[in-house]
Every structure is written in structure tokens, then in C-alpha cells.
């Protein structure tokens, strides 16, 4: 390398050309439209509820009140009602509970409306001023709201996607701006998209598993019941990916002299592929000479069937996957936002060249470093082993839910064939991170290096020492190399993504050997070509020196460790 490395620019790529822009920019705008649409669906709905709050409170009379079955297929029961008020002097009836009800799943909770809406029962209702025949009975909650950040999600990807594919970048511009201001951009966007995540995955996370699971724990001390079953059925739900399945059993039990009713057989919520193991459920308690459910002695409508942990609470785990890449990337971000700060505000010394000849760099803002050093890996056997654990126990725990209603669907005889073929490569990423756990805890029993350098920076021009000694099973390891590399890496972004080329420009071998005895223990010298460039970091620009030693071990994890050090631009004499 006679002349030197060169930092590579990329030159113009043909994903920013017009017609790749259209193409990028087609396929963000679905996600953009799919966002838009369902945001303002829920906006006009939160709407159309916060409206309801300002409508008068009136007094009202209950007509009629009764419980309806088969209202729907997700929510089968709603009360039917219907009462009369005054307003401005004219008798209205309305028979509207509640703004776009659309009945429940828990017969309980109808229930109990029924009992309190009751036949000739004086009740208050809310009257639309502007028309007075609208009215309701209760306002719906605003917490639904929350939910538009769903959809928020894919306006953020697809209207970011298209900004930073036709975006214009003056490249004079882009020179003077500071990078400073430029991270601290980017810490923003990255904790507002994250937190987004956050959010939505704690706001599902809720409902679907915290709040069953609670009941399932407080279910422990509630009073064993004898009931009476009225009716059994297994709901069905169609949608584009096919019918699910859910079991509905309706009981009527006694308690403190009082006659309620519930369909509540657990505190799992939604539905599931796969029917034969319901009906064998249903078909259980249609049978049952003497069934029992569990009731709330504190409110004795409250009542479970079954308040055992079920499979398919399970799936409301999914949710957790949007919590933790939420958590992870605020946690991430702020990490390197630290860590730019404590950087930018470090004394930095970057010579203009590190030929003979330039200007005489000031030694003394490099930070003091001792004559000779010990050499830290760059990553670590633990952490490494950690993060592939908790990535194959999280991956694995997420798909065991979906894999339980495969291997479920196979034992009754009744196999969802698409979610089999679906899951396969799922299955096999899976067994693959229980290999890579398997193989990381292997390489702890490897023998392990200590490397010392002397001395601990070496300029460009001038020689080092490196010795080393091996710890453990040397006797294992078939052939050991010790390899000196420097490496360019240029950042750059390149459409909407960012890439990151890596480059070798120096690649020289060491030592090597496959003689035990010379494995142990042992030093080598070595010369930092002048013709190379110093050790370099920047936003968009790196230039790493390491120390790779790889020790090949057959059957076994090899040797593979790589240690980073600091070479310094060249010295310059003061004659020169």
C-alpha cells in the first residue's frame, strides 16, 4: 500500500435513482395509507365519544331491559332496553345504552346492567342538545384512544420512509452541520419511534396477560360453588386467516341467597384454532352430574369455571415482544447518547496526515498509558452467552404458544396445516438458538489467552512486542495463528438505510504454529508500516487495529478471540 489507505466515498447508487424512489416510496405508502386509515377511524370514533360528554344530563324512565343472545360472534350478548325522558318539554324513548355498543363476551358484566336497568327503575341518561331524540345511558370509556398508536406505527415507518427516500441533501451543507446537533436529532426521533413501541406493547401487554393473570392469582382464594349448567356452545369466529374457536358455557349458581348467572369458564381472553379439545370441554360439563364453578366472595357476580393457567394465556405474551424492543431501544439509545456526549467533549487530536513532514501533533492531550499493557477481548464469553440465552428463551417461549396449538390440533386429530408449514422455519430458528447456546457454553471450557503489548500505543513506523500465555487445555487445539489486521469501516447512508462497509488493509500473520509445546507461552515483534494509517474514529469513519488469535480445535468451539489496540500517528522528529 504504497500510497497509502484511502477512505472510500460511495459514489451514486442506483436505489436513489427516480425509478428505485418511485418503487421505495410505493411501498412505504401502503403502509402509510394503512396507518392513516385505521388512525382516523379510531380518531373519529374518540371523537364522536368525547362529544357525548358534553350532551345534558337528564332524568329517565326504563321502559323494558332483557339480555339478547347471539348478538354477534365476537360479543354475544347485549342488553336490549329501552327508556323514556323529557326534554324541553317533549317525551323522547330511546333504546341506545351506550354509543356504538356492541355487546360483550361476559355474561356477568350484561348481567349486572340488567339488574340495574330494571323495568320501571329510574335511571339518569345523556341527551344530544342538538338532537334531542339521541340519547345514552353512559358514556363509553376514552381509554380506547390509546389504541390509535397502533396505527401510528406504520404512519411513522411509511411517512419517515418516503421523507428519507426524497429527501435532498446539500452535501456543502451536510459538511457544516454539527454532528453534535445531528446525534442529538436522532436521540429524539429514536426515542419518540421506541417509545411508540414501548407503549402499544405495554398498552395489549395489559389487558391480555397482566389482568388475566392477576385473576388467575386471586381466583386461588374465591369459594367453591356448586352450579347448574343452562346452555353449552362453542363459538366460531371467521376472519381472513381462517375460524377460530371459543368456549361459551353458561351456569347459574346461588350465593348469600341470590341467583346469578356467568359464562365465564377461564380468565384466558380471545380465541383459538383448533376445536376438538374444546368440545371435549363442552362436552364435559354437558354431562356433569355435579359441576362446581368459583365465585368472588366480594362480588359474587364475579365467577370462573376453570381458574387454572391455560395454554392460550400464552398468547398474551405477544405483546411483550413490542415492550422489549421498546424498552431496549430507549435503553440503547440514551446508552449512546451518553456515551457521544462524554466523546464529543474529550480532547481530540487527529493530525492532518501521518506522513513525515506534517505538523508536529501535541502528545501531550493523549491520555497517559503505561509501557506495557494486557490486552482485554472485544467481546466477551459471558455476555455473549447471555444475550444467545435470553434470545433463544424468548424466541422460543413466543412460538412454544403457536407450536402447542399445532401439536394440540395433531393429538385430537383435527391439525391446522397452514400455522404447521407457517411455523417451520419459525421451529427451526428456534432449534438453531438452542445449538448457539449450547455451542457458547462449550467455549467456556476453551483455553484462554492473555495477551500483553508493549508498548501499550505504537506509533506508526515503530515496532511492538506482543507475548502471550495460554491458559488451560492447550494440548486440544490443532493449530494456533496470531494475526496482526487493520480494518476500514465507512458508515453511510444509502437510500432509507444506513450500511456499513468493511474493508482489510492490512492483514499480517504473526505467528503460527501446531506444536503444543510453542502454544503455552511466547513473544513476537512486529512493524507498524509506515505506509498505513493511524488508529481512527468518527462519526462515519473507523479505522481499527486488532490482535485475532484463532486456535483450531477439532469437534469442539475453536479459539477465536480478537483484542483491539491503539496505534498512534507517526512521530515526527523535531528536525523535521
Not at 436505489?15 to 405508502?29: A, E, H, P, T
Not at 454539527?178 to 395489559?206: H, M
Not at 346461588?254 to 384466558?268: A, D, G, P, V
Not at 513532514?357 to 501531550?364: I, L, T
Request: proline residues 5%; glycine residues 6%.
Amino acid at each position: 500500500m504504497s500510497q497509502g489507505i484511502q477512505i472510500k466515498l460511495p459514489g451514486k447508487s442506483s436505489q436513489n435513482s427516480i425509478v428505485s424512489k418511485i418503487g421505495v416510496s410505493l411501498f412505504f405508502s401502503i403502509f402509510l395509507a394503512m396507518g392513516l386509515a385505521f388512525a382516523v377511524m379510531i380518531t373519529w370514533g374518540l371523537l364522536k365519544t368525547l362529544a357525548t360528554y358534553w350532551w345534558q344530563e337528564t332524568p329517565c324512565t326504563i321502559l323494558t331491559c332483557s339480555i339478547v343472545d347471539d348478538f354477534d360472534d365476537e360479543s354475544p350478548y347485549a342488553i336490549d332496553i329501552a327508556y323514556q325522558y323529557e326534554f324541553n318539554d317533549k317525551s323522547y324513548t330511546s333504546s341506545t345504552y351506550q354509543l356504538n355498543n356492541n355487546g360483550s363476551s361476559d355474561y356477568a358484566e350484561v348481567g349486572s346492567l340488567a339488574n340495574q336497568y330494571r323495568p320501571k327503575s329510574q335511571a339518569i341518561c345523556y341527551v344530544n342538545p342538538d338532537q334531542p331524540d339521541q340519547a345514552i345511558l353512559t358514556h363509553k370509556s376514552l381509554w380506547e384512544g390509546l389504541f390509535i398508536f397502533l396505527p401510528l406505527i406504520f404512519v411513522i415507518v411509511g411517512g419517515g420512509g418516503i421523507y428519507f427516500t426524497w429527501r435532498k441533501t446539500d452535501p456543502e451543507k451536510k459538511e457544516v452541520k454539527s454532528s453534535k446537533s445531528q446525534a442529538a436529532k436522532s436521540t429524539k426521533v429514536g426515542l419518540i419511534f421506541f417509545a411508540v413501541f414501548g407503549l402499544v406493547g405495554l398498552g395489549v401487554l395489559f389487558p391480555f396477560f397482566i389482568i388475566p393473570l392477576s385473576n388467575i392469582i386471586n381466583a386461588r382464594s374465591w369459594q367453591e360453588t356448586p352450579c347448574k349448567i343452562i346452555s353449552t356452545n362453542l363459538r366460531s369466529h371467521s376472519d381472513d386467516d381462517g375460524t377460530t374457536y371459543s368456549i361459551d358455557i353458561l351456569y347459574e349458581y346461588q350465593f348469600n341467597n341470590q341467583t346469578y348467572r356467568s359464562n365465564r369458564y377461564s380468565f384466558s381472553t380471545g380465541s383459538s384454532s383448533g376445536s376438538k379439545g374444546k368440545r371435549a370441554v363442552i362436552k364435559s360439563y354437558r354431562t356433569a352430574k355435579n359441576p362446581t364453578c368459583y365465585v368472588n366472595p366480594d362480588a359474587p357476580s364475579q365467577a370462573v369455571l376453570n381458574r387454572e393457567m391455560t395454554w392460550s394465556l400464552l398468547f398474551g405474551l405477544i405483546p411483550l415482544v413490542f415492550l422489549i424492543v421498546g424498552i431496549t431501544g430507549i435503553y440503547y439509545t440514551l446508552r449512546k447518547s451518553k456515551t457521544n456526549s462524554k466523546s464529543s467533549q474529550a480532547p481530540q487530536w487527529h493530525p492532518a496526515s501521518s506522513k513525515a513532514g506534517s505538523q508536529n501533533p501535541d502528545y501531550s492531550l493523549i491520555p497517559h498509558q503505561p509501557h506495557t499493557i494486557t490486552l482485554k477481548p472485544d467481546s466477551s464469553k459471558v455476555k455473549n452467552i447471555l444475550g444467545v440465552t435470553f434470545f433463544a428463551l424468548f424466541w422460543n417461549g413466543i412460538i412454544s404458544v403457536f407450536l402447542f396449538e399445532v401439536v394440540e390440533g395433531f393429538s385430537n386429530n383435527d391439525p391446522d396445516w397452514f400455522l404447521t408449514i407457517f411455523m417451520i422455519p419459525f421451529v427451526l430458528v428456534g432449534i438453531g438458538s438452542i445449538i448457539g447456546v449450547c455451542y457458547s457454553i462449550l467455549t467456556l471450557f476453551n483455553a484462554k489467552p492473555i495477551l500483553t503489548l508493549t508498548p501499550g500505543r505504537i506509533p506508526i513506523g515503530t515496532a511492538g512486542e506482543l507475548s502471550w500465555i495460554i491458559n488451560g487445555r492447550v494440548d486440544s487445539v490443532q493449530n494456533l495463528t496470531i494475526t496482526l489486521n487493520g480494518r476500514e469501516e465507512v458508515t453511510y447512508r444509502q437510500g432509507t438505510s444506513t450500511r456499513t462497509d468493511k474493508s482489510t488493509f492490512y492483514d499480517m500473520e504473526l505467528f503460527s504454529t501446531n506444536s503444543s509445546s510453542e502454544m503455552y507461552t511466547g513473544q513476537v515483534g512486529f512493524l507498524i508500516p509506515q505506509e498505513t494509517m493511524h488508529s481512527f474514529e468518527a462519526d462515519n469513519n473507523k479505522i481499527i487495529w486488532s490482535i485475532m488469535i484463532k486456535g483450531d480445535i477439532k469437534r469442539w468451539p475453536d479459539i477465536d478471540s480478537k483484542f483491539t489496540i491503539n496505534v498512534l500517528p507517526a512521530e515526527i522528529s523535531k528536525e523535521q
